[in-house]
T-cell receptor, first 116, second 117 residues
């Protein structure tokens, strides 16, 4: 069965600090896809990144970076030099291509508060 | 940039009433989804829709729920007889298809906040 765990319920940091959000997943499939979404206070879900299970290269996009490790079933997200605008709930999600509808299983989310 | 739109942004209804939540997916997308998020909780899958039929549904999506694509652009979620516990944010999402079963990211609408009183 699919499962996504985000053990950190809430994190508070001071602006300019680095912060890492953890995501651990469970799946029986060897091929799957992982995602991070941001939900700012306005409520919408904003796509941040997709990672395929066969591509373990880490990715950097500006202040954001992602560390994918299949050996530990983790897909962690780091924000460098955090800013107040990064304050949001961040969701990690898993999708399996052989699940016909390819729906997402979301983690419970981590609420990040960046204080000025 | 194309986006998923949802109407209304907020719907208040009385218990037992029927509601229809509307979504316009991104025009060249072929997979459509509804998710819900009870306040402060995680986003939960309700149903996926492809080729004019439901492809998968969760345990939450019981007989009081239905989906429809009445024309080439709209995708609706109907709740026949609302209950207090249906109060939540409902998100519509759509996804492009790719070759070889690739799972592209889902793009979410802004959500409809349903309040059942």
């Amino acid at each position: 069965a699919q499962k996504v765990t985000q053990a950190q319920t809430e994190i508070s940091v001071v602006e300019k600090e680095d912060v890492t959000l953890d995501c651990v997943y469970e799946t029986r499939d060897t091929t799957y896809y992982l995602f991070w979404y941001k939900q700012p206070p306005s409520g919408e879900l904003v796509f941040l990144i997709r990672r395929n299970s066969f591509d373990e290269q880490n990715e950097i996009s500006g202040r954001y970076s992602w560390n994918f490790q299949k050996s530990t079933s983790s897909f962690n997200f780091t924000i460098t030099a955090s800013q107040v605008v990064d304050s949001a709930v961040y969701f990690c999600a898993l999708s399996e291509p052989y699940n016909y509808g390819q729906n997402f299983v979301f983690g419970p989310g981590t609420r990040l508060s960046v204080l000025p | 940039e194309p986006e998923v739109t949802q109407t209304p942004s907020h719907q208040v209804t009385q218990m037992g009433q029927e509601v229809i939540l509307r979504c316009v997916p991104i025009s060249n997308h072929l997979y459509f989804y509804w998710y819900r998020q009870i306040l402060g909780q995680k986003v939960e899958f309700l149903v996926s829709f492809y080729n004019n039929e439901i492809s998968e549904k969760s345990e939450i999506f019981d007989d009081q729920f239905s989906v429809e694509r009445p024309d080439g652009s709209n995708f609706t979620l109907k709740i026949r007889s609302t209950k207090l516990e249906d109060s939540a944010m409902y998100f519509c999402a759509s996804r492009a298809t790719g070759t070889s079963g690739f799972s592209y990211e889902q793009y979410f609408g802004p959500g409809t906040r349903l309040t059942v009183t």
